[in-house]
């Protein structure tokens, strides 16, 4: 005989390995677990004050998202992203929100566009000072209402599962590489202009300038030269 409500609390409980992928990923993204930082199911034991399991399933959950990499018997640890490939990320993430855009500003509201257009005010200024925190927590709200806004779920969804790491590689390649602070500035004052001007095409253009799309392209096509 069905027990009444015990599908309902299922649903709600927090299962301990989600408690673990949740701190981990949270540690992993702020810096608190620093790249090629070991991860030590011991240590990680008394951290999170949970047994081996749920900690080995979330450690699983984010080696498959690409923040956690594994040898066996051998060393599992946060990825040490490579500095060369920034761009290939950049470019991953630019794909995502290329295909939201498409989807997503010819149905913008005028109040959701000033918002997205003050995010991006807020961007330049951070770009402008030359801060790199800010920066990237500046870029992280204004894609974030971006996707936000976007009337596919199922688009949300895989983006939510795949772009975090890509992001996180990005951040960890800018910090060693530097930033050019007047291109990016243009690159957003470029970006704002077209939003504010409800100018779709400027928009698409600038964000393909932002995520470099066309750079591997051009690059060939002057090796051609």
């Known amino acids: 005989m069905p027990v009444p409500g015990v599908s309902e609390v299922r649903q709600t ?10 701190s981990l990923r949270t540690a992993i993204l702020d810096g608190t677990i620093r790249p090629g930082e070991h991860l030590d199911d011991a240590e990680l034991q008394a951290w999170l004050g949970m047994s081996k399991t749920p900690i080995r399933q979330a450690l699983h959950a984010l080696t498959i998202e690409g923040f956690v990499e594994t040898a066996a018997q051998s060393y599992t640890r946060v990825v040490e992203p490579r500095v060369e490939d920034a761009v290939l990320h950049l470019q991953t993430i630019g794909v995502f929100v290329l295909g939201v855009l498409d989807l997503t500003l010819d149905g913008l509201s005028a109040a959701d566009r000033d918002a997205l257009v003050a995010d991006v005010d807020r961007l330049i200024a951070a770009l402008e000072a030359a801060d790199l925190e800010a920066s990237l927590a500046g870029s992280q709200v204004y894609y974030g209402r971006l996707m936000a806004l976007c ?4 688009l949300l969804r895989l983006a939510e599962r795949t772009l975090a790491a890509r992001a996180f590689y990005v951040g960890v390649a ?5 930033i050019d602070w007047p291109e990016a500035a243009q690159a957003y004052a470029a970006l704002r202009s077209a939003l504010a001007a409800a100018d779709s095409r400027a928009v698409t253009a600038a964000e393909r300038e932002i995520f470099r799309i066309d750079a591997l392209r051009l690059a060939r096509e002057e090796g051609h030269a």
């Open 151 to 154: 009337p596919n779920r199922v």
């Open 13 to 22: 409980r927090v299962l301990a390995r989600d408690r673990a992928y949740g």
């Open 174 to 178: 800018y910090r060693a590489l530097g």
